[in-house]
């Protein structure tokens, strides 16, 4: 395929770009956004030694790609015990998440590098990987174009196309289909998403259909001496869990919340915001709804007391906890909002651990993943806070749960097959004589 305009343009640009790369990534460190002790692995030097035989490389952009990430490590570690594994991902959230976990045996975290040459070259030249995974869509042009220049068996996972992507990739097709060109497989997550990556020009021989990876993701850890700290504190109070829930909609959930109030006096919410950063005006929110005296914070060490109506988990690395201390949960981000397209988040880490899932109906990242709940009956699709209040008290109900658990551990069982169809990919680029 002959290099479009626009990613010749862009390689030109990127030969020049490593003043601009450092300028910035310096200011986000600066702000908080970047790691500042880890900044020389975005300019390509590395953390470690690159250990002896065979690596995978394996991408993801921020904390939810790579969590499917780890799902999928857990299972190549135990079946090839001679491979390691470099996992690499561009956020400082993603990067603190996997210091809170315990990563699967010969697993490096490392940043991915800026994409300007210097970068790209020393990072591949130490590290020189036997096959690249790409967890959903994070194209840069430099650094997989030098990734197929050597040889390197390409391949995406778990690729979907959000609506706003779609128009910005419609807009550059040939150079995105370039880009997608360079991978030997693109697994999608369903027919329709298929259809989309035609249309911003993935080539269509290389696409398959595989499902959903995300729904087959690992729950997030326990920590179970906080748990069970917390969970003392809660005693046997009716709860709830609001999960990664975005500023924009934050004072939408209190007045869930509040409304809860009136029908289950005794309720409390705990509210996990989606960004650390921003857990000052999730409590400000709180304030304007509730009494200060009501709210406590986990950042702060506040206990949670029989007064305490919101608790804040502005923690890292600690969602699992907070799923496994409630019977119902708000995924975040789907509630409708005016003036903003809310898009869901992904509903089967609660899923998972038995937890039943109540969300809006602004799912649109994640509609294949509520689309097959839904199918079954095995979550609970609420159109507005209102609605939402009333579920989030029927749900403290075990009965009334059951309904919904029942089926939606018949959808856990089933989703496990694009686990296996990424396994069996991975697998086969890699040497079986390697596998014992």
């Given at each position: ?12 640009f ?46 993801g ?44 045996p ?46 390197i ?31 030997g ?30 729904a087959?993701?690992?729950p ?19 709860r709830?869990?609001a ?6 909609e ?63 988990a ?23 909002l ?41 979550a ?57």
């Amino acid at each position: 395929m002959q290099t479009p305009a626009l990613i010749l343009a862009y390689m030109a640009f990127s030969r020049l770009s490593a003043p601009i790369w450092h300028a910035a990534l310096n200011w986000r460190a600066k702000k908080g956004k970047e790691d500042p002790a880890r900044l020389s692995e975005r300019w390509g030097h590395p953390v470690q030694a690159r250990p002896d035989g065979e690596l995978l490389w394996l991408h993801g952009v921020s904390v939810g790609e790579v969590t499917v990430l780890l799902t999928l490590l857990d299972r190549l570690s135990q079946t090839r015990p001679q491979t390691h594994f470099l996992l690499t991902s561009i956020t400082r959230a993603a990067a603190d998440a996997m210091a809170k976990r315990q990563l699967p045996p010969r697993v490096i975290h490392h940043y991915a590098p800026a994409d300007y040459p210097g970068a790209v070259a020393r990072f591949l030249d130490h590290w020189r990987p036997d096959a690249f995974v790409l967890s959903e869509m994070d194209l840069w042009p430099r650094l997989l174009a030098e990734t197929h220049k050597r040889g390197i068996p390409m391949v995406i996972l778990n690729a979907h196309v959000t609506p706003r992507r779609l128009r910005n990739r419609k807009r550059a097709a040939s150079a995105n289909g370039w880009l997608m060109d360079l991978f030997g497989e693109i697994h999608v997550q369903d027919d329709r998403s298929a259809e989309l990556f035609a249309q911003i020009g993935a080539p269509m021989g290389k696409i398959r259909v595989t499902g959903l990876l995300k729904a087959a993701s690992t729950p997030p850890p326990d920590h179970a001496q906080a748990r069970a700290e917390i969970k003392a504190q809660i005693g046997d109070r009716p709860r709830w869990l609001a999960a990664s829930t975005r500023t924009e909609e934050e004072s939408q959930v209190m007045q869930v919340h509040a409304q809860a109030l009136d029908a289950c006096p005794d309720l409390l919410m705990i509210i996990a915001p989606r960004q650390m950063r921003d857990a000052d005006r999730t409590e400000a929110d709180a304030r304007a709804v509730f009494d200060s005296a009501r709210i406590a914070r986990r950042s702060q060490g506040q206990p949670i007391t029989p007064e305490t109506q919101v608790y804040i988990a502005d923690s890292m690395g600690e969602m699992g906890v907070w799923l496994r201390l409630v019977p119902v949960a708000y995924p975040g981000q789907s509630l409708p909002l005016e003036g903003r397209v809310m898009t869901g988040k992904n509903p089967f880490e609660a899923v998972g651990l038995g937890v039943l899932v109540v969300h809006g109906p602004n799912v649109g990242n994640f509609h294949a993943a509520y689309d097959l709940l839904a199918t079954h009956g095995a979550a609970l699709c609420v159109p507005d806070t209102a609605a939402m209040a009333q579920a989030v008290v029927d749900a403290q109900d075990p009965d009334f749960r059951a309904r919904y658990l029942a089926k939606a551990a018949r959808v856990q069982a089933q989703v496990m097959a694009p686990l296996d169809r990424a396994f069996e990919t991975i697998s086969a680029m890699l040497p079986s004589d390697r596998c014992s």
